[in-house]
């Protein structure tokens, strides 16, 4: 893979896990702030599980996706690998990328659209808290966007192995 291209790649990954990581250590403080509160005082912390399961379990899910599938992190099955590594060129691993490229990059067109649809309705949640959730749709598009990008670029530039093979 070309130098700059990686290096691009890299930096999104890094920094969409990042705000992945972070989006974890808020969930964690506001369920043991929320469980706190409520077994303790008697006053849970309001909002808590709407905001954790709103925003928190979808940057953390979504944004994590492509650092995990850079690293080799997600579960694989090599029961075929032995004899599929003796084709060359990889077609196998190219058409899986091809298949799964195109499956994440319709995810992030039509969660795009969903996003653009929500940001202009500025749709609310209902509750005591009214949650803004066209900011919670904006990570879908962002994290499949990514990994479609990355499983396109494997297309092009496949890996012989991947870190996380062993």
């Given at each position: 893979m070309p130098r700059p291209l990686e290096r691009a790649l890299s930096f999104f990954d890094r920094s969409f896990m990042a705000?992945?990581?972070?989006?974890?250590f808020v969930m964690m403080l506001s369920i043991s702030i929320d469980a706190l509160g409520r077994y303790l005082f008697n006053r849970p912390l309001q909002?808590?599980?709407?905001?954790t399961t709103l925003y928190l379990m979808v940057i953390l899910t979504f944004l994590g996706l492509p650092a995990t599938y850079a690293s080799g992190g997600h579960?694989?099955?090599?029961?075929?690998?032995?004899?599929?590594?003796?084709?060359?060129?990889?077609?196998?691993?190219?058409?899986?990328?091809?298949?799964?490229?195109?499956?994440?990059?319709?995810?992030?067109?039509h969660s795009g659209i969903e996003a653009v649809s929500?940001?202009?309705?500025?749709d609310t949640s209902f509750g005591v808290i009214q949650f803004p959730l066209y900011w919670s749709y904006v990570w879908v598009p962002l994290g499949c966007g990514?990994?479609?990008l990355r499983l396109a670029v494997e297309i092009v530039f496949p890996r012989s192995d991947l870190e996380g093979d062993e």
């Open positions: 705000i992945a990581q972070l989006a974890i909002g808590s599980f709407e905001f579960i694989r099955l090599d029961v075929l690998k032995p004899w599929l590594a003796r084709i060359p060129g990889n077609p196998v691993e190219r058409v899986n990328a091809l298949i799964a490229a195109g499956i994440f990059g319709f995810l992030a067109w929500k940001f202009i309705d500025r990514l990994l479609a």
